[in-house]
């Protein structure tokens, strides 16, 4: 048995006798299985181990990740038929030995798409991730948050046998550099989310420019408190990712108005953006967006009612921008039906920012008409 992942003789026993009993006599397995809107009839499966490929994958889809694994070592026709057809796992539920567990699979699940190894505490050293590398070549999707041990060997090691990722999760890995993170973009040109959330030694200026130069389908991005992030790299970004559609910047406390001007117009797509504790942003930012909107907005949106709530910014968060002021943030939220200030839809977020208590929303304007309408009762 493998780590965690320890399971009797007797629970399988068990687990297949309850497979067989499912909705009781000929509806079970000896009685003929539905696959695919067909019956297989015929089939008499009196071990566990004698389950067709095809009904295996379908059971292991209904199961926990660390029994997936258990079922895996059953016997050969198990092991072959799971780690083909496996293309998901997730491992954050092996608080132990997580490291030695990833070695042992990574040979076995080859076909793996999706791997998520998020860490309560850090288990995970390079030497996994170089194990994932090199058997995991159709991995798309990859979460490593939380692995304070890795170092840039495993950022250098990526890309080689990973070069078709989608999806990266490196929050919290404080050890990873901006160098190590500009190699792996020059392989890794496919990225479309990507989470940086406190990873100040690897989200830089330079870092940035690296991801504005190759990586032009990016999409998401979260910069988090990532506090070495100037104008430079997000205007490369700007430029560079004309596809963005969320944007953490939150905490990056040495950007200014220039990053959010060139998001304004070069992201046109940009649906979500955190500027919480931005406090160099000023009414200019918030007026670049503004224009940004009534220059790009299709004139065929006017004459069609509710579609302009569709486009344009969704989630905007101010708090801690001090500086602005409530024309300059009223302004943005008449130019974008989507921003509300309204109770239980607070996509517009503006705490701390005391001064900007008097901006609302049309519809908390509206709400607050109705409630101020008294009518007088009937004599």
């Not at 566990?48 to 990740?65: Q, T």
């Not at 708090?319 to 039906?337: E, G, K, N």
Request: with cysteine; glycine share 8%.
């Amino acid at each position: 048995m493998l780590g965690e992942a320890k399971l009797g003789s007797e629970d399988l026993n068990q687990c297949f006798e309850r497979l067989l009993m499912v909705g009781g006599g000929n509806s079970g397995i000896a009685g003929g299985i539905s696959q695919g809107g067909k019956k297989m009839e015929g089939l008499v499966v009196t071990e566990w181990k004698d389950i067709p490929m095809e009904l295996l994958l379908r059971i292991v889809s209904l199961v926990d990740d660390r029994t997936v694994i258990v079922a895996s070592g059953v016997c050969s026709g198990w092991r072959d038929a799971i780690c083909l057809g496996l293309t998901h796992l997730c491992l954050s539920w092996c608080k132990n030995n997580m490291n030695n567990l990833l070695l042992s699979l990574a040979p076995k699940f080859t076909k793996l798409e999706t791997l998520v190894l998020r860490q309560a505490k850090p288990q995970l050293e390079d030497n996994a991730v170089e194990a994932i590398a090199s058997y995991c070549h159709n991995l798309q999707d990859l979460d490593l948050s939380k692995s304070f041990k890795l170092s840039d060997c495993s950022l250098y090691a990526l890309p080689h046998g990973c070069p078709n990722l989608t999806k990266l999760n490196i929050s919290g890995c404080t050890a990873f550099t901006d160098s190590a993170l500009e190699y792996l973009t020059g392989f890794c040109r496919k990225l479309k989310i990507l989470n940086l959330c406190g990873c100040v030694k690897t989200a830089t200026d330079r870092a940035l420019q690296a991801i504005g130069q190759n990586c032009s389908q990016l999409q998401s991005l979260n910069l988090g408190w990532c506090e070495n992030v100037g104008d430079l790299g997000v205007v490369s970004l700007a430029y560079g990712c004309p596809d963005l559609r969320t944007l953490d910047l939150c905490g990056c406390v040495c950007i200014t108005d220039d990053s959010v001007i060139a998001l304004a117009y070069r992201c046109l797509h940009l649906r979500s953006l955190g500027l919480y504790y931005c406090r160099n942003i000023t009414d200019r930012a918030m007026y670049s967006l503004v224009h940004s909107r009534v220059k790009n907005k299709p004139p065929m949106w006017q004459s069609m009612k509710g579609r302009c709530d569709e486009e344009g910014l969704r989630s905007l968060n101010i708090s801690q921008c001090t500086a602005l002021t409530p024309p300059a943030v009223q302004a943005l939220c008449d130019s974008f039906p989507a921003l509300h200030t309204c109770s239980g839809r607070h996509s517009l977020v503006m705490s701390g920012c005391l001064n900007l208590t008097s901006v609302h929303c049309a519809c908390a304007v509206q709400a607050h008409r109705t409630m101020s309408y008294v009518p007088h009762p009937a004599h």
